[in-house]
């Protein structure tokens, strides 16, 4: 069974920076194309970032292109996203997902395992 460990949120300052990890196990971590998500207050769950398997192909969504950085190490099964010049709206829960075939990854029905979140507070 395929498990999702996110681990890294905290509270920060705007400006600052914060790097999630997301650690994979019960499966080969480099079969599977990761993304991560964020789920603001009352919001919906947007994409952020998306790598493919080996991570050579990289996709961002346009309010974090430029500051995020999303990378991964299939030695460790453990995806990154490098957040940096971190900003107010910024704040939410940041999930990672792994899929197991091939997907369009700003969708989140293209994923089929999640991990539990993890909180980032980004404060004024």
């Known amino acids: 069974q395929v498990q999702l460990v996110e681990s890294g949120g905290g509270l920060v300052q705007a400006g600052d920076s914060l790097r999630l990890s997301c650690a994979l196990s019960?499966?080969?971590?480099?079969?599977?194309?990761m993304g991560w998500f964020r789920q603001a207050p009352g919001k919906g769950r947007d994409f952020v970032a998306g790598i493919s398997r080996s991570g050579g192909n990289l996709y961002y969504a346009d309010s974090v292109k430029g500051r995020f950085t999303i990378y991964r190490d299939n030695t460790r099964n453990t995806v990154y996203l490098q957040m940096n010049s971190l900003k107010p709206e910024d704040t939410a829960v940041y999930y990672c997902a792994a899929m197991v075939t091939s997907g369009t990854y700003s969708f989140i029905s293209s994923y089929d395992y999640w991990g539990q979140g993890t909180q980032v507070t980004v404060s004024s």
């Open positions: 019960g499966r080969a971590f480099s079969g599977y194309r």
